[in-house]
Every structure is written in structure tokens, then in C-alpha cells.
């Protein structure tokens, strides 16, 4: 047996070192002539590093992560002595070269800042920098800091180059990082808070795009939160009598969530505008609504399965399209179309025991509603007669919603168009 010394490709005329991204082969790993090593990261472009020979890994000189110089050895591979090098054609031997050509020709009139060859890694997480992504940020003037924010798709947690197009395309969602402030201006103290010592839980994914998005939604939006009582002795009383007989009919339980999201439909109809999204200096007035409902899922993280096209359910169709994402949201069952496509949001913190709640606008939507407890209260009923102390169903409701898009007139009047329609239930309604 004889030894190959692998040496890291010329990969550019103008590219002097790469970073290595992923080994796809370990030591003891047989490999064939053509068969993928490496994939390598530049300033300019990643590739993908085929072998020149066929035989076995015998070592790997250099990690994930690494940046080595062009021509630099980077692992050995053990053949049967019969070393065919294939020839690389001077297309080959430059592997992505055309790629990044093509990639630069829209920004050719463009001065680019040249990154520092060398690669970054995040404080206290575990992102990866490669130095083509360094460079793109430089040209946008992306802050490490918003980096560390975009969603990853790479190997390892690194962000890739698609990832990072993609985000630029999408308006930069996540550029809310605060700058540092200039010494002439207000300076945030480095407070040195005393966090305490207890157990350490690490948050899983799911936790940290909430915490992600939930920030993201407060620094997009200014928002603002509207409250009413609504009475609902009427709703729970049909609701109490009604159930048992609703569950015989159609084998589905009828909880108040169908009888809210009905009412919010309809008031939605009555004001098309709160059911709608900010796009630049457009207003855009969905044409569907489509009513999402805050659920929480057994590991205590929140989820917002969809109703389609609310307003045009009647009402086992609500309770049975509820039920069935209820069930679904539990036994995490979810799909992707279940949870896409919600126009407005309801958060029904009366589940907890909450008396009221300011919620967290789901973006891009205008504005999310919440539902307290239904709690039973003395309250002075005005009649004809005279007043009244009467024992009542009461709820309080409370509206955050997008300033930019909804004024308090709109807000108000919306938000008081579903108690009306939540107190004003009919009690000889038929199921």
C-alpha cells in the first residue's frame, strides 16, 4: 500500500485558502476516484472536493471549521500503489470558479469589501461563519449579531449561503439588533445582573424561534392594546343547555372556542381592515379569514393551528375542524398546512385561569385577540324598571393590534363589534 498526500484544491485564481465545512468521509472509510471528500467554504463560493484517487481515509490532518491554505495537505488516503491522479482539466480544478463568476456579474460594478480570511465564530453559540458569508454580509452591511438570528439549514448549525440570499430577499426580517450606541450619545450600562445559580434547562428549537419571532413581533410593530367586558350569561347558558345534546348529534364536543372564533369572523366581516398585513407603504386586505387559535403542546411550548375560511363554517364545522387540530396539536400531529395561512389570532389565556392578557401580535397580522376567564360577578343590570344586581357570566377581551395599520377607532370598534356579538346570543338558537 502506498500513501496519497490530499492537498486542498486550487478553487479560484484569486482564492488563497478555504475553510474546511464538512468531512464526508472518517478514517478507516473507503473512497472511490470522484466519490465527494470535503466541502469547503471560500470568499467567494462553497464546493463540494471529490477525491483523485480511489482507496482508504487513512487521516484527516484538519477539522470542521479549519481554514487551510491552498496547496496545504489536508488528509491521507491509502491506495493499492497504483496512484491514476485523474487529470484535472483546468474547469476542474477551479470548482465553483464559474458558479462564483456567474454569482459576481450583478455586482461586478459594484466595489466589494474583501473579507479577512479568516473564519468567525459566534460567542456563546454554535454558528459558523465562513468567510464567503463574512464578505456577503460586509456588502450588506449585516452585523454578526443579526447573523447569529438567521435560521440555519448547514451541517453542524452553519449558515449556509442560501440561507443568508434568502433572508436579504425576505427584507431582513431580524435587523432589530441595537447597534452600539456612539460615545457621544446615550450608552446602554452593562449592568453586570446577578442571574442567580439553579438548574441550567437548555431551550429546544421550538423555544427559541418563539423567543426569536415573539421579539421580532415587538421591535416590527408598535403595539397597542385595547380591552372590553363583554357579558356572556346568554352564550353560556345556551352553551350549558346545548352540549350534551350537540355531542349526541354529531359525536363532536361543543367548547366556547367555535362560539368565540364565530363571533370574531363575523365581526371581521364587518371590518375588513383588521384583517390585514403591512407590506412596505402597502396595506395588504386578505381575502380569506383565516383564524389561528394559540394552543400550547404537551412540552409547554405554544403552537397556532389555523381555521380556514371561518366566516364560511357554520358551527359543527368550526367545532369539528377545532377538535380535530385540538387532537392534532396534542398528539403532535401537526402538519405544515394545519399552521400556515392565519390572517388573525386568538389567545385564550382564560384557559390558564387569566383574568385578562396582552398578547404578542403573530406576524405579519394587524392585530391578535385575547380571552379571559368567564367569571361569575354581581354586576348592575340597567332596566326599564330600575337597576338591578344580578349574577352574570363576564369576560373581559383585550386587542393588541399594529399601530401602524389600525387606529384606536378601528380597534375600538371592532373589538366591541365581537362582544355584541358574543352577548348577543340567541338563546332559542337551533343546532
Given at each position: 500500500?502506498?500513501q ?24 478507516g ?9 470535503l466541502?469547503?467554504?471560500?470568499d ?20 470542521q471549521n ?18 491514476s ?21 450583478k ?17 456563546n ?12 454580509a ?15 439549514s448547514?451541517?453542524g448549525?452553519?449558515l ?12 431582513r426580517?431580524?435587523k432589530?439588533?441595537?447597534?452600539v ?23 429546544d428549537?421550538?423555544r ?29 347558558a ?11 348529534k ?10 368565540f ?9 364587518d ?14 386586505v ?13 412540552s409547554?411550548?405554544?403552537?397556532v ?19 380535530s ?46 380571552t ?20 352574570r357570566?363576564?369576560m ?15 380597534a375600538?370598534?371592532f ?17
Open positions: 500500500m502506498s496519497y498526500e490530499f492537498k486542498m484544491p486550487k478553487l479560484g485564481e484569486s482564492i488563497t485558502e478555504a475553510a474546511i465545512i464538512k468531512w464526508f468521509k472518517n478514517v472509510d473507503p473512497i472511490e476516484e470522484d466519490e465527494i471528500l466541502e469547503v467554504a471560500t467567494k463560493v462553497d464546493s463540494e472536493v471529490p477525491s483523485l484517487v480511489t482507496g482508504v481515509v487513512s487521516e484527516l490532518l484538519y477539522k479549519d481554514v487551510i491554505k491552498i496547496g496545504e495537505t489536508i488528509a491521507i488516503i491509502k491506495t493499492d500503489g497504483k496512484v491522479v485523474k487529470k484535472t482539466s483546468k474547469k476542474e480544478s477551479n470548482s465553483g470558479t464559474e458558479r462564483s463568476r456567474s454569482a459576481n456579474k455586482t461586478k460594478s459594484k466595489k466589494r469589501h474583501t473579507s479577512s480570511n479568516t473564519s468567525f465564530k459566534v460567542e453559540s454554535n454558528l459558523f461563519f465562513s468567510p464567503l458569508i463574512i464578505s456577503i460586509k456588502e450588506h452591511h449585516i452585523s454578526f449579531e443579526e447573523l447569529a438570528r438567521i435560521p440555519v448547514g451541517n448549525n452553519r449556509r449561503k442560501s440561507d443568508l440570499m434568502n433572508y436579504i430577499e425576505e427584507g426580517p431580524y432589530f439588533a441595537q447597534p450606541a456612539e460615545k457621544s450619545g446615550f450608552q446602554v450600562p452593562d449592568l453586570k445582573f446577578d442571574k442567580g445559580k439553579g438548574k441550567i434547562v437548555e431551550m428549537r421550538m427559541q424561534m418563539i423567543a426569536d419571532r415573539m421579539v421580532f413581533s415587538k421591535h416590527t410593530s408598535p403595539h397597542v392594546t385595547a380591552y372590553v367586558e363583554a357579558d356572556l350569561t346568554e352564550m353560556v345556551w352553551r350549558n343547555k346545548m352540549k350534551i345534546l350537540f355531542l349526541e354529531y359525536q363532536e364536543r361543543l367548547t366556547f372556542t367555535p362560539l372564533i364565530e363571533a370574531v369572523a363575523k365581526a371581521i366581516v371590518f375588513p381592515m383588521i384583517n390585514s398585513s403591512l407590506d412596505g407603504n402597502n396595506i395588504i386578505k381575502e380569506g379569514i383565516n383564524i389561528g387559535m394559540a394552543a400550547a403542546l404537551p409547554g411550548n405554544l403552537i393551528p389555523v381555521v380556514k375560511n371561518a366566516d364560511k363554517k357554520n358551527l359543527y364545522e368550526l367545532a369539528k375542524n377545532i377538535n387540530l385540538a387532537v392534532k396539536a396534542r398528539e403532535n400531529k401537526l402538519k405544515a398546512d394545519d399552521m400556515s395561512g392565519s390572517t388573525f389570532t386568538i389567545s385564550n389565556v382564560g384557559t390558564f385561569g387569566s383574568v385578562m392578557g396582552t398578547p404578542i401580535i403573530n406576524q405579519p397580522e394587524a392585530a391578535i385577540l385575547a379571559g376567564i368567564i367569571k361569575k360577578r354581581a354586576e348592575v343590570i340597567e332596566k326599564p324598571e330600575g337597576d338591578s344586581i344580578e349574577i357570566s363576564m373581559y377581551l383585550s386587542l393588541s393590534f399594529d399601530h401602524r395599520i389600525v387606529d384606536g377607532f378601528l375600538g370598534s373589538l366591541r363589534r365581537i362582544a355584541d356579538y358574543m352577548e348577543n346570543h340567541d338563546l332559542k338558537r337551533k343546532i
